[in-house]
């Protein structure tokens, strides 16, 4: 009799321990039903309860440079009484990027209700002739609305224009601008001859003109480093000994260069 009672305790207890273990088991598949579902709807649960706050409403909207203000006004007048908290920036700043006049920016949330843009604006580079129009070009290949002032502005022959930008076939003519760009400021060049203009006919022909009169200077787009520094020598000697140019040819290995009606050979390099 003593055994079936022990008997009887010992299948109640597994009983109930199953029961236990079915019970913890259902528990814990609620409580992890209930964290998807708060995670799921926690967006929906967070906005609902900051949504109409007042203290995170758009209300004011800064922008620099002031000369940005006008081409955004826009996009940010649609922002304004949204709330900060919700304000995708990311978003914000690719639709800003997509105009034309804009290179790059920066959006800033400065709580509890400022939004903070900075703008970097594209500027004009060169003015590029083509299909007898002027264009004006930012250095990325962007063609631009025309600038107040737009003097001292080199002009570029030779590079072909899509609707908006310089075409991927002429890209590297770009590339050859800002190499002549930099060698002559490298060179102090300026100071023997100012470049009104250049002509990109191909890649062996790089034609510049000076500014106001009809001199000029033929180029190739390879080793202008060198090319530029044998033009520095070549233009030093001109001046130490007093002689007028012409034309200098720098797509041989010596510079070639006209005086009058003959053409002199001058080393340039030493």
């Known amino acids: 009799m003593r055994k079936t009672d022990e008997r009887k305790r010992d299948v109640r207890q597994q009983i109930w321990t199953r029961r236990k273990k079915r019970i913890r088991i259902a528990v ?3 409580l992890a039903a209930a964290v998807v579902l708060a995670t799921l709807n926690f967006k929906r649960i967070l906005t609902s309860l900051f949504w109409d706050m007042e203290t995170f409403r758009v209300k004011e909207v800064h922008i620099t440079p002031y000369n940005a203000r006008e081409l955004i006004t826009g996009f940010m007048e649609m922002q304004t009484g949204g709330n900060m908290l919700f304000l995708d920036t990311d978003g914000l700043r690719e639709q800003i990027l997509r105009i034309r006049e804009v290179e790059d920016c920066r959006v ?5 209700s400022t939004i903070e ?4 604006l594209r500027r004009p580079w060169v003015v590029a002739e083509y299909a007898g129009r002027s264009f004006f070009v930012d250095r990325s290949g962007k063609i ?3 600038p107040e002032d737009s003097s001292g502005l080199l002009r570029v022959s030779g590079v072909t224009l899509g609707k908006e930008e310089v075409e991927g076939e002429d890209a590297w003519k770009l590339d050859v601008l800002k190499e002549l760009e930099k060698w002559y400021n490298f060179n102090n060049l300026q100071k023997y001859f100012g470049v ?3 002509n990109i006919v191909k890649p062996t022909e790089i034609v510049l003109k000076t500014a106001g009169d009809s001199r000029r200077i033929t180029t190739i787009r390879d080793y202008l480093q060198e090319k530029f520094e044998q033009l520095r020598v070549v233009l030093e000697e ?8 012409e034309y200098i040819d720098l797509r041989f290995e ?3 260069v006209k005086y009058g009606e003959e053409n002199v050979e001058i080393n340039g390099a030493e």
């Open 28 to 30: 814990y598949a609620v």
């Open 108 to 112: 800033r949330k400065v709580y509890p």
């Open 117 to 120: 843009i900075e703008v970097t």
């Open 144 to 146: 631009l609305a025309p």
């Open 196 to 198: 009104e203009s250049v």
């Open 238 to 245: 001109c001046e130490k000994k007093g002689v007028q140019w």
């Open 254 to 256: 010596n510079p070639v």
